[in-house]
């Protein structure tokens, strides 16, 4: 089976959150059940730099945004299918952001000609090779969903839509259809109209053949109007189209037993190591965290969907318990000049990166006692699960993925012997704070948390049965649309 994977991020080449991890690692995870995937994605320049020498090209006409090549070849393990267009390209930093910190303002063609492209690839294919199936990712390819369709002259491959997060729909205004070639008829609220707008995620769920996201529970709460963003008719009116598929983590690429990026290394079976680790980070972010205390970290985009404001709220008691705090992460401008200034007012006890910092990320998750993240909404969130892999118990929002990779350590999960971290809900700051609170109690009991820590760490968190699933939605495509 040859699938054509869609999206804006794929690991190493270019990262901004989640999506790249997935994206990257979805290959590796099918390629032993019989799927040949091939990632199609833009020529960013650390892209371009990682193509192979011996990489085939081909000159392309006709696309939004002018003359491009397609590049084809393996890097990285990954084959890689890349649009090279400078023009569109040939920016550095963010994918989707200029140096002002907007949305660059090209982005309809950008992603659009990444949409068109991936369409030519399935109807006509190119250089030899024609994908049986498509998945597409996030708005960033969901218009290719709509131009499978709308070419009459061959059959298309039909076309799987993966949201990874509907707070990021692609919406651009009216006028952007006419430089994508986009027809009229098509602009209304039963095709890819959103509110006046054009959509792009809109699309790739009205046309896409089907449509999954990356966790049973965000399933179902996108049908929500709480959680859809305007979109949850839509999904709701294709809920027999709809699956929920848990992400996994690259366990090669996470293995506390191998990682080379932390100071000592350890395994569910002879956990010690760990310590080493914890006095490793503590050093790197100049703490001195309370041997009886937790040593909390997060690792995360600063936005609002993280929640790590109500973080900030119940700082104080968390540091009154004898906890101390490792903070990762970058985006909006508030949360870091006030996560700095934590820091600042707690010294030794609050550690604050702003930036992003892959090496870092991995002595976080082995150095840490627990992990922090009370999402309002997380589709699925990776970082517990690294958490989970590395012993570090995550500490969550009971909402999306989150609620379906960790379990809580109430009385009945302690006494059944199944808990490997704690949840709360609703999402606000006194629930979190009880959270934490049990957090500090359950580490205080050494016998308690170290069979915690064995737990999560024996807890499955590889692909393995995800990617059986992705490949048995692509069969059930295939052969319906046979
Ligand atoms: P999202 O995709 O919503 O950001 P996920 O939990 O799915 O959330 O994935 C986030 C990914 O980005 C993880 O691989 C995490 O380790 C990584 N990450 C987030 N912030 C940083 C940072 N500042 N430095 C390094 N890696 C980061
Ligand atoms: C998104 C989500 C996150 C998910 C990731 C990969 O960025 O916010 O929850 O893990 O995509 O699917």
Redesign the pocket.
């Known amino acids: 089976m040859k699938v054509l994977s869609v999206a804006s991020e794929c690991v190493p080449f270019m990262k901004t959150?989640?999506?790249a991890?997935?994206v990257g690692a979805l290959p590796g995870a099918l390629a032993p059940l019989g799927v040949g995937v091939r990632v199609l994605v833009p020529g960013y320049p650390s892209m371009m730099a990682a193509l192979p020498e011996d990489a085939e090209v081909h000159a392309l006409a006709r696309l939004p945004g002018g003359k491009a090549r397609l590049v084809t070849g393996r890097a990285a393990g990954i084959d890689v299918m890349v649009l090279d267009s400078p023009r569109l390209f040939d920016r550095s930093g963010n994918p989707y952001l200029g140096p002002d910190g907007r949305d660059w303002p090209d982005n309809h063609l950008r992603f659009g000609a990444l949409c068109r492209l991936a369409a030519r690839i399935a109807v006509d294919g190119l250089g030899g090779w024609q994908p049986d199936l498509v998945h597409l990712h996030d708005w960033q390819a969901g218009l290719a969903a709509l131009w499978l369709k709308l070419g009459r002259r061959r059959p298309a491959p039909p076309s799987l839509l993966t949201i990874?997060?509907i707070a990021f729909q692609g919406l651009f205004p009216r006028g952007a259809m006419t430089s994508l070639g986009l027809p009229e008829a098509g602009f209304h609220p039963d095709g890819f109209e959103f509110f006046g707008q054009l959509g792009f995620l809109k699309a790739g769920l009205v046309y896409a053949d089907r449509i999954s996201t990356?966790s049973p529970t965000y399933a179902r709460e996108l049908m929500s109007p709480e959680f859809g963003m305007g979109l949850h008719g839509v999904i709701d009116s294709r809920r027999g189209a709809l699956s929920g598929i848990l992400?996994g983590i690259d366990v090669e690429a996470w293995n506390p037993e191998s990682d080379p990026h932390i100071a000592s290394r350890y395994s569910a079976a002879n956990p010690a190591g760990k310590a080493g680790n914890r006095v490793a980070l503590a050093r790197r972010l100049a703490l001195h965290p309370a041997r009886e205390g937790p040593l909390f970290c997060v690792v995360s985009r600063l936005t609002r969907?993280k929640g790590l404001d109500l973080l900030l709220e119940v700082l104080p008691r968390l540091l009154a318990r004898g906890a101390s705090l490792a903070l990762l992460g970058s985006g909006d401008p508030d949360l870091e000049s006030a996560f700095r200034a934590a820091a600042d007012d707690h010294p030794g006890r609050v550690g604050v990166v702003i930036g992003w910092d892959e090496s870092l990320s991995h002595l976080m998750q082995a150095g840490a006692d627990a992990i922090v993240v009370p999402s309002r909404f997380?589709?699925?969130?990776?970082t517990q699960l690294f958490g989970l892999r590395y012993g570090t118990l995550p500490v969550v929002a009971r909402t999306?993925?989150l609620a379906d990779t960790v379990i809580d350590a109430n009385e009945a999960a302690l006494r059944a012997g199944v808990a490997t971290g704690f949840q709360f809900s609703p999402v606000a700051a006194a629930p979190l704070a009880d959270a934490l609170d049990r957090a500090c109690d359950a580490f205080a009991d050494e016998t308690l948390w170290s069979g915690m820590v064995r737990r999560a760490m024996r807890h499955p968190v590889g692909w393995e049965a995800s990617a059986e699933a992705y490949a048995g939605v692509y069969s059930e495509l295939i052969e319906s649309a046979a």
């Open positions: 959150g989640g999506l991890d997935v990874h997060n990356v992400n969907q997380e589709p699925c969130g990776l999306g993925g």
